[in-house]
């Protein structure tokens, strides 16, 4: 009898600390969702609602130093003074005010070069002197900081959490991928992106608050490490080996996007190809970030499952999607490393061949069972 009451108080213990240590987890885990649409340039007072509905906790968002929704479209006098005129902070300001009234945190990603920076191109090609982007991050983390009065004389809440740059392994994002030097390709967007990494982490800490914390990295899934192919681009690990040889420091968190390869994959499965990183094998990415930079903490600042319908081609059943959904957040929370995962999209885009169809709404405004997932996942 005393030894099964002996086994039966250890039992207990045991049980006890698995539940502790899960709930540990599960309050450490921001809960995020991402969709500009309908967050940044779409109509706040229909979305936001429905985020506090969906019991969102974070709202990621591209915060554009240049191209269409340019902060700096043009080149300020006063790089460093958020009040430079220059500087159109119209749409972040009403994004960070409705969040902050819906008690949702914001994550701002910086990206995109305004033409003036970087020689008249596109918003992928990185800036001449990464400088100017430093300046720029610490204007934007001045103006965020949760001491600045915007010109309505309201004071503008913080944000926390700050990206610098998005999947700067994905030609999309940052071009060129690999430069020829001498007889060799380089992987040149590791070089671009170490400067880049640079300016907005000095940019955002150097603004002096130190609650603001800066992720690099936000990596794609996958690459191919092919300098001559058609769409050449750097898989995950060896892009982080790259950044970190080229010199880039300083950051607080590792982002990563670790998108399923195959529409047949589960959150828990390992992907077939040796140059992807998904949440099935993510500790290959973690073990080489410990490596290269200690017990850095990660992000997981993009997610999701497209469904079919309407995704014939990548899409799973309205049931999968929200099964995997919970299991993808549930495989996070249990790791004592990521702080933070952000799903992919709140409504699906109309477009089909190169939009993106993992809301928890379809384009018509129905609920996917994901909703109801997202809603009563723990907070």
């Known amino acids: ?108 990603s910086i990206w995109g070069t305004p033409r003036w920076a970087n020689g008249g191109r596109r918003p992928n090609i990185a800036p001449t002197n990464p400088v100017d982007l430093q300046r720029f991050a610490r204007a934007a983390a001045r103006r965020y900081s949760g001491r600045w009065v915007a010109e309505d004389g309201r004071g503008l809440p913080r944000v926390e959490f700050w990206l610098a740059w998005n999947e700067p392994n994905n030609p999309v994002f940052l071009a060129p991928q690999f430069k020829r030097v001498g007889r060799k390709y380089v992987r040149w ?32 899934p996958g690459g191919n490490n092919s300098p001559t192919s058609s769409r050449p681009s750097i898989s995950p690990v060896a ?4 950044m970190k040889a080229y010199g880039a420091k300083g950051f607080d968190a590792y982002a990563h996007h670790p998108y399923h390869a195959n529409p047949s994959e589960s959150p828990a499965t390992p992907p ?21 930079y200690g017990a850095k903490r990660v ?57 993106w169809q993992s809301g928890l709404y379809t384009v018509s405004g129905r609920r996917k069972p994901s909703w109801t997932a997202f809603r009563r996942m723990r907070k």
């Open 1 to 108: 009898m005393r030894r099964f009451t002996l086994v039966l108080a250890v039992a207990l213990a045991v049980t006890a600390s698995v539940l502790a240590a899960n709930a540990s987890a599960s309050s450490r885990l921001l809960k995020g969702l991402f969709d500009e649409a309908n967050t940044l340039t779409g109509d706040p007072d229909r979305t936001f609602p429905v985020l506090r509905q969906l019991n969102t906790k974070a709202l990621r968002t591209d915060l554009y130093w240049g191209g269409r929704y340019g902060v700096a479209d043009s080149r300020p006098l006063e790089p460093t003074d958020p009040d430079d005129p220059a500087y159109d902070w119209s749409l972040y300001d009403r994004t960070v005010n409705y969040a902050q009234q819906f008690g949702i945190k914001v994550v701002f």
């Open 239 to 242: 892009f982080l080996r790259s």
């Open 272 to 292: 077939k190809g040796v140059n992807t990183v998904t949440l099935g094998n993510i500790n290959v990415l973690i073990k080489e970030l410990t490596q290269l």
């Open 189 to 220: 967007a590791a070089h671009d992106y170490a400067r880049i990494c640079n300016a907005v982490v000095s940019g955002v800490h150097g603004a002096g608050y130190r609650t603001q914390k800066v992720a690099c990295g936000a990596t794609a």
């Open 299 to 355: 992000w997981i600042t993009e997610y999701g499952y497209q469904t079919n319908p309407p995704d014939r081609a990548f899409g799973v059943s309205f049931v999968k999607q929200a099964r995997w959904l919970t299991q993808s957040f549930a495989i996070a929370r249990a790791h004592r490393r990521i702080d933070m995962m952000i799903w992919f999209l709140v409504r699906d885009e109309a477009r089909i061949g190169n939009g």
